[in-house]
């Protein structure tokens, strides 16, 4: 099984200000046939379901305010938001749809400093 | 509008069997792959299930292999996930997910809101 870790655990970050989340695949996820990085980032706010931001490392999902922006390959991604804001405080996971079982990362959690 | 309803949640004791349905509206449900994700009170988001859209393929996490199926009936528009054996551990919000295709290996672009399933003696 591909394992994901992420880091930090937790940020707290002030408004306006940049956060980053790290995401380390114990394998590659970069398919070399297509040159996709089967790497998805999703945002859970409490009491909901998560929402899918970004999908192939770096492709913003549709309606994705373009503060969000992903980036990396093969074993290394990050998840960046440019300019913190409250709507923004929730729990991001990183998954890898590159082999069965498609694991998650064990999340960071995003808050206002 | 996608929508994705889960349903058959509930509580049951350890070694029970229980199944869960996901009722899908507002796509054409039969080109969708579908995925199962729970997440256990207070932790991470854990992959449990995937089937294809065909339902020609399916995968399992290793910690249900073998005790859970999903299976899939494109007449009705439902996925589901037959459960079986259940463990104490299994106790999670079941959610139902579709990928943005037929394959598995894609993300989950629409969720359900999820579906609580109590494993307890």
């Known amino acids: 099984d591909i394992v994901m870790t992420q880091s930090p655990d937790s940020l707290a970050v002030s408004l306006g200000e940049r956060a980053t989340i790290n995401c380390k695949s114990s394998?590659?996820?970069?398919?070399?046939?297509?040159?996709?990085?089967?790497l998805a980032w999703y945002q859970q706010k409490p009491g909901q379901p998560p929402k899918l931001l970004i999908y192939?490392?770096?492709t913003r999902e549709s309606g994705v305010p373009d503060r969000f922006s992903g980036s990396g390959s093969g074993t290394d991604f990050t998840l960046t938001i440019s300019s913190l804001q409250a709507e923004d405080v929730a729990v991001y996971y990183c998954q890898q749809y590159y082999s069965s079982p498609f694991t998650f990362g064990p999340g960071t959690k995003v808050d206002i400093k | 509008e996608v929508q994705l309803v889960e349903s058959g949640g509930g509580l049951v004791q350890p070694g029970e069997s229980l199944r869960l349905s996901c009722a899908a509206t507002?796509?054409?449900?039969?080109?969708?792959?579908m995925h199962w994700v729970r997440q256990a009170p207070g932790k991470g988001l854990e992959y449990v299930s995937a089937?294809?859209?065909?339902?020609?393929?399916?995968y399992y996490a290793n910690s249900v292999k073998g005790r859970f199926t999903i299976s899939r009936d494109n007449s009705k528009n439902t996925l589901y996930l037959q459960m079986g054996s259940l463990r104490v551990g299994d106790m999670a919000v079941y959610y139902c997910a579709r990928a943005p295709g037929g394959t598995c290996y894609l993300p989950a672009d629409y969720w359900g809101q999820g579906t609580l399933v109590t494993v307890s003696s």
């Open positions: 507002g796509f054409t449900f039969s080109n969708y792959a």
């Open positions: 192939w490392a770096s």
């Open positions: 394998q590659s996820v970069l398919y070399s046939s297509n040159y996709k990085n089967y």
């Open positions: 089937i294809s859209s065909n339902g020609d393929s399916t």
